[in-house]
């Protein structure tokens, strides 16, 4: 009978390192799922620089299956097998032998639940599921929502992971040996046969002390959950193990180290801030559908000022601390432009940002935090309605190219109240620079109003941040990468190329 930790027969789980690398040109496998679509990365690290080839991409989709609306890990493994195929051909392709290791980070807080074999039992129910409605309030009626805050460091949302679990009604009857696994742990099993528990996804459950250095028993034991089904935890750039025999065969990638990397894919973009030793604290945005903005700290912000500005500590790579707030990004935008197109328009972002920006300034604002906006649909007729006025004689934006404007000169608003309220909750200075990384490092003219409203340098870049934050762990704990202070910093910076935008007036 197997517990959490051992091997499907019986062996003690990998650790440490694998072989080191260092002078060696490598190729590594980044997968990286999102809750919307996923893919796998070559990662190529040649004379202290790393290059990206796209191997597989492919979609990610929610069903509603027994009853609640659920991942589809099935579809989810066989796409990530078809990629790491790919990879290792890309690689040969490149003049390497294949790949020297895979990495895996995903989205947050959703989890598998295993049998004493490793098999998957039930389905991977997901966030956004309605089972957690009140569970939150019930669970601080035992353990208050201050005491959470000072153990965990994480923001009570809904979705957390101890929530999901004091709603988990298929723990109870488990045979002895069955164990819970975050998706990018329970992706680790399904590639080694080892369980772990990585630590900076294991940060954002709401069940881990704010310390990292284990479980807050006090919460799991309000939750009703037996910490024997938590596997041990591992940290970014160890060694979970090796891919099982038959699936090397099967995918024709040879038996390679699997890494633990960030496994949180903010801690994986957040390590690839392309920041210099003078920045710190580093402040940042990951920037995509939803803005996490935030400093990296060495220690947590746990006093209750925090708590009730809604901050929540993240762990991160090295040991760091991801200080952020979730708000609204991209996503207003888009939601704005599946509207138009669903009445009939023809909408591209790159023409609308262009239109944007010649718009007329400061005519209107709206609240991008305000939970109205969290639902999709019709959204440019929610964000017209709720304009405020600033000047002129319309009573609403009227056209796309001012809608836009104002929801973008809205957001920049937003990032510097957020960032002001985490320096001052931090007791950390205004930094001299942010850093946007994701895909919404692409939008200039955001870019630009963050830039001119927060007074700083914005630098953006690189767009692929959590696949070379993933990389980068990867080709470290390879020896292809050095082991000093900032050196994947420095890495990402000779690997990337950079836009900065300096404020205006």
């Given amino acids: 009978m197997t517990g959490p930790g051992t091997t499907a027969d019986g062996g003690a789980a990998a650790s440490g390192a ?54 589809d890990i099935g579809a989810l493994w066989a796409e990530i097998r078809h990629g790491l195929a790919q990879a290792s051909v890309l690689a040969r392709d490149q ?24 098999e998957q039992a039930g389905e991977v129910i997901a966030y956004r599921d309605h089972r957690t409605d009140g569970v939150a309030d019930a669970l601080a009626a035992r353990v208050p929502r201050e005491r959470q805050f000072a153990l ?50 294991a940060s954002t459950t709401g069940a881990l002390l704010a310390s990292g250095d284990g479980w807050a028993s006090e919460l799991l034991d309000a939750a009703g959950v037996d910490p024997a089904l938590l596997a041990p935890l591992i940290a970014p750039g160890e060694q979970l193990g090796t891919v099982r025999p038959g699936l090397a065969r099967e995918l024709g990638i040879g038996e390679v ?63 760091t601390v991801r200080f952020l707030k979730n708000v609204s990004g991209m996503w207003l935008v888009s939601e ?15 023409g609308l940002l262009a239109a944007a920006a010649h718009a007329p ?28 006025v600033l000047s002129g004689d319309d009573r609403f934006p009227s056209t796309p190219a ?20 985490a320096c001052r909750l931090a007791r950390a200075p205004l930094p001299r620079r942010l850093h946007v990384v994701g895909g919404g490092s692409l939008n200039a003219l955001l870019n630009q109003l963050t830039a001119d409203a927060l007074g700083v340098e914005v630098v953006a870049g690189p767009m692929e941040a959590t696949a070379l934050g993933n990389v980068a762990v990867q080709a470290r704990a390879l020896g292809a990468i050095g082991q000093e202070p900032g050196g994947i910093r420095a890495v990402i910076r000779e690997s990337t190329e950079l836009e900065v935008f300096a404020p205006r007036g």
Avoid: K
């Fill in 95 to 118: 003049g390497l032998p294949g790949l020297s290791s895979i990495g895996v980070d995903s989205w947050a807080v959703d989890y598998g639940i295993v049998g004493p074999g490793g």
């Fill in 152 to 201: 965990t460091g994480i923001a009570q949302q809904p979705f957390n992971t101890l929530y999901q679990l004091a709603a988990e009604d298929r723990l109870t009857g488990l045979p002895a040996g069955s164990g819970v696994l975050l998706v990018p742990d329970l992706v680790g099993l399904l590639l080694t046969g080892e369980r772990r528990t990585e630590r900076t996804n």
């Fill in 18 to 71: 694998p072989r080191s690398l260092a002078g060696a040109s490598v190729a590594v496998a980044a997968v990286d799922l999102g809750a919307t679509s996923g893919r796998v990365m070559l990662g190529l690290v040649e004379d202290g620089r790393i290059s990206l080839l796209p191997a597989h991409r492919f979609e990610n989709r929610l069903e509603q299956r027994d009853g609640h609306l659920s991942w």
């Fill in 361 to 388: 300034a400061d005519r209107f604002r709206i609240d991008p935090t305000d939970p109205a906006f969290l639902a999709p649909g019709r959204m440019a007729d929610r964000v017209r309605a709720a304009a405020t």
């Fill in 257 to 319: 180290p699997v890494v633990a990397v960030g496994s949180h894919d903010t801690a994986s973009a957040v390590l690839a801030v392309p920041a210099r030793e003078e920045d710190a604290p580093v402040a940042f945005i990951s920037s995509g559908t939803w803005s996490l903005i935030g400093l990296e700290l060495r220690a947590p912000v746990l006093d209750e000022a925090a708590r009730e500005a809604g901050f929540t500590n993240e762990g991160g790579v090295d040991g």
């Fill in 336 to 350: 704005a432009i599946r509207q138009w197109e669903e009445d009939g328009a023809r909408v591209e972002l790159e």
């Fill in 402 to 421: 001012e809608l836009v404007r104002c929801i973008l000169e809205s957001l920049a608003e937003t990032y510097r109240d957020e960032l002001t309220a």
